[in-house]
């Protein structure tokens, strides 16, 4: 099997799980830039529109409705005369135009991406690594608990749900489950704590701290797809 040097690490989360900072550092400490809701602020960007609007498709797919009549505006003979796809914004153009620009900081290198299905974009791009960051129902409740108090009694609902979706998209879009293990090169329990979480997975890329070693100089490989 060929290897590729690792520059680029894919996070995907449950909501709740910490995910999200766990990415923040870990950039921090690779000196790598960190894209969460930037590729969603490009996404908007390359659509021509608000990111306040790109966010509301941010990870969700269009109602059951929209995408039923959507396949009759795809019918000849009920065509929208003068309307392209391009200038439609819905849940599936916000995904092709991520899944763009996802492929495009692969490219560039060096970064680390945060859910929006970039694993599954990235499925046999060279040099990609792949981590799912769990957590325990207990520990999400209590993240949830102190972060929306006015919707404590909700916890276990609101979690499941933010969780529903992203799963949703993830099967519609690139017909993959989300949290399928063979997706990834690793699972991390965010209950061992960032810094835990951090050395794991420096250790598992063979990639170091910028503090030690500079980017350029980092060696860690990771297999390609045949």
Same mark, same amino acid.
């Given at each position: 099997?060929?290897?590729?040097p ?10 709740g ?9 870990l ?6 830039k ?5 590729? =969603?602020?490009?996404?908007?960007? +390359? +659509?021509? =529109? ?7 498709f ?8 929209? @995408? #039923? ?8 003979? #009920? ?9 439609? /914004? ?18 560039k290198?060096?970064?680390v991406?945060?859910? @929006? ?11 990609? /690594?792949?981590? /799912?960051v ?6 999400k ?6 972060? /929306?108090?006015?919707q ?11 969780? &529903?979706r @992203? ?10 489950e989300?949290?399928? @293990?063979?997706? #990834? ?22 990639? &170091? ?5 500079? =980017? ?11």
């Amino acid at each position: 099997m060929r290897h590729s040097p690792i520059n680029v690490i894919t996070v995907e989360r449950e909501y709740g799980s910490g995910g999200g900072e766990f990415a923040h550092q870990l950039a921090v400490r690779l000196g790598w830039k960190r894209l969460d809701s930037e590729l =969603v602020s490009a996404a908007a960007r +390359a +659509a021509g =529109v608000t990111p306040e609007l790109a966010a509301k498709f941010d990870e969700r797919l269009d109602p059951w409705y929209y @995408r #039923y009549g959507k396949v009759f505006w795809h019918d000849s003979s #009920y065509s929208m005369t003068g309307i392209g796809d391009d200038q439609v /914004f819905d849940s599936e153009r916000m995904l092709s135009l991520l899944k763009k620009e996802i492929e495009r900081a692969a490219e560039k290198g060096n970064c680390v991406l945060v859910g @929006r299905g970039s694993a599954c974009a990235l499925s046999c791009h060279p040099g990609c /690594f792949h981590i /799912f960051v769990y957590a325990t129902a207990k520990n999400k409740r209590e993240w949830f608990m102190n972060a /929306f108090p006015k919707q404590a009694h909700q916890a276990d609902q609101m979690i499941a749900a933010f969780d &529903k979706r @992203r799963a949703a998209v993830i099967r519609k879009f690139y017909s993959q489950e989300w949290c399928a @293990r063979g997706v #990834y090169h690793m699972l991390l329990n965010s209950a061992m704590g960032i810094d835990a979480m951090i050395e794991a997975a420096l250790g598992a890329t063979g990639l &170091k701290d910028c503090g030690e070693e500079t =980017v350029s100089h980092q060696i860690g490989t990771v297999g390609e797809c045949p």
